[in-house]
């Protein structure tokens, strides 16, 4: 029996992020109104002062893979003509979806749109609740969950699987820049490239665990009518890390692909529930003005030119810098399930099947949301002024009639939606501060796997406790900061392979 390959950990990569945030934690503990304070004097200015590189760079991804998915790189099989599939469609979709969506959807697609049907940019002179503002809260929902942010992700994505599997580039963060400076790329660089992106990555996870765990605390606790206090929080964040630690470990076949189609079922089931049970009669209509205004409106106001700089900053910019901070190492992972197929299919499945669901998804649950609130004459948003956010999808669903079982599957559903993310970035993490990872040996050692997942629950948990969330989700938008250089210079790589013709034609029934 051949003995499994030995990767030796990258030190440098491993360690420093983990001590900055150990650091960084502490630090808000210890005086936390200060660092906070710190943080949102830092993350203004990232806003005011690059808002408009965020707004432009992403509306310029969409126009760059348009143009690849058009010129003769599109026709790229990547790894070669020969190359044999990881993974069938269906299944690389399930992956993918489930790696890039996680909770997010869940929860800001029942509170998102009540911000912005309750409260509409000033300068729209929309009457809040109105249908006018119905519409522009549905468009915007199209804006902050379709085409945009899906964009932020496949163009490192697919210009990693390409210098990954096509021209045999390492596993790192700095290959994205080899069609640039060449060899120069790899070393000193190329590390703090993947420290800081792997510091952005894990500060995200782990307060998105954070928020998780308070909400199925809340869900678990409303069903059985008790408080579980500190002993069941910590029992979610054990029962969530070790699940998502064992299907990390067990790899992509095994472990991540089951639990994607698992939460991907779960999802139709949640989409089905509402719409048998909802006012569905109002969501093709919601649905279709909203889509309308989303394209007249969508260069003006993905720019900011149409609404109040303020709204556009602490909205739109502010999401694009939270998906830019996670998409670097998220790339590392979507790019190595790429390999035998065309990179048209790759941008259909990572940017055009994606944008389809969240679309759908909106439509349904957001639409949903919009219709019970100007029905109720805005006790939804009254409930979410008044305690935030986390408790608003079990609200929805209790109004919607759901009992026991429909709770209990609204609870599965997020459990399994932060697994199936947590999963697949925890693979990506421990690729990336592991030497020697190729196509034929690509997992980590499981030691690092566990130490990375471990670290993301422990410090989930210490900033429940502390009420800390607010701090190390900020950290992790800030990591859009180097994150927009990073994938910036990631489309200038996919503009000159396709430019410069670096790609091998693919056979026609490859796509």
């Keep these: 029996m051949a003995l499994a390959p030995f990767h030796p950990v990258n030190r440098p990569v491993f360690l420093v992020p983990l001590l900055v945030l150990i650091a960084a934690l ?12 710190v943080e949102t004097a830092i993350n203004d200015w990232v806003l005011q002062t690059f808002g408009a590189a965020f707004a432009v760079t992403s509306v310029a991804f969409l126009f760059l ?15 070669g003509p020969g190359a044999t599939p990881l993974l069938g469609r269906w299944r690389w979709f399930a992956v993918t979806l489930c790696t890039t969506i996680a909770t997010g959807i869940l929860f800001w697609g029942v509170a998102e749109p009540l911000f912005h049907l309750d409260d509409p940019p000033a300068m729209l002179g929309l009457a809040p609740g109105s249908d006018a503002a119905a519409t522009f809260a549905m468009s915007t929902m199209f804006l902050h969950w379709t085409l945009t942010p899906y964009a932020i992700y496949t163009v490192p ?25 060449g060899r120069r790329a790899h070393g000193l660089t190329g590390t703090a490239i993947d420290i800081v992106c792997l510091f952005a990555l894990v500060a995200g996870m782990a307060a998105s665990l954070g928020a998780g765990i308070l909400a ?35 790899g992509l076949q095994r472990g991540i692909t ?5 939460n991907i079922w779960l999802f139709f089931a949640v989409l089905l529930f509402v719409l ?23 260069l003006p106001r993905s720019l900011g030119l149409d609404v109040d700089a303020d709204w556009h900053r602490q909205w739109t910019i502010f999401n694009w810098a939270n998906w830019f901070a996670w998409a670097p190492v998220t790339a590392l992972f979507l790019g190595r399930l790429a390999v035998g197929y065309t990179v048209r299919a790759f941008i259909a499945v990572n940017l055009l099947l994606p944008a389809l669901f969240g679309a759908v998804w909106m439509v349904i649950i957001a639409g949903t949301t919009i219709t019970l609130d100007q029905q109720s004459g805005g006790s939804l948003y009254a409930v979410l002024t008044r305690v935030g956010p986390d408790p608003l999808l079990y609200r929805l669903f209790s109004e919607l009639g759901g009992g026991l079982p429909v709770l209990a599957l609204l609870i599965a559903a997020i459990f399994l939606s932060y697994v199936t993310a947590a999963d697949s970035n925890v693979s990506a993490m421990s690729a990336l501060s592991t ?22 629950g422990l410090v989930a948990m210490i900033l429940v406790a502390a009420a800390g969330l607010d701090g190390i989700r900020m950290m992790s938008v800030l990591g859009g900061f180097p994150a927009l250089f990073v994938i910036g210079g990631a489309a200038l790589s996919l503009l000159a392979m396709a430019v410069r013709g670096q790609h091998r034609a693919a056979p026609a029934s490859a796509e």
């Design 26 to 37: 502490l630090l808000s503990l210890w005086h936390g109104p200060a660092f906070l304070a």
């Design 435 to 456: 030497h020697g990872i190729s196509p034929e040996t690509p997992e980590a050692p499981l030691w690092v796997k566990i130490v990375w997942g471990a670290t993301i």
């Design 65 to 79: 893979l348009a143009c690849v998915a058009l010129s003769p790189l599109g026709a790229t099989v990547i790894g």
């Design 216 to 250: 199925l605390a809340g869900g678990i606790e409303g069903i059985g009518r008790f408080s579980g206090g500190a002993t069941l929080r910590w029992t979610i964040a054990a029962a969530i890390v070790g699940t998502f630690v064992v299907s990390a470990a067990l």
């Design 157 to 181: 994505a697919l210009a990693f699987a390409i210098l990954y599997y096509n021209r045999a580039e390492p596993f790192s963060l700095s290959s994205l820049f080899v069609p640039l400076i």
């Design 276 to 298: 048998v049970t909802g006012p569905t009669g109002r969501l093709p209509v919601l649905g279709g003005e909203g889509a309308a205004d989303y394209a007249a409106t969508f």
């Design 258 to 262: 089951r639990l994607s189609l698992l």
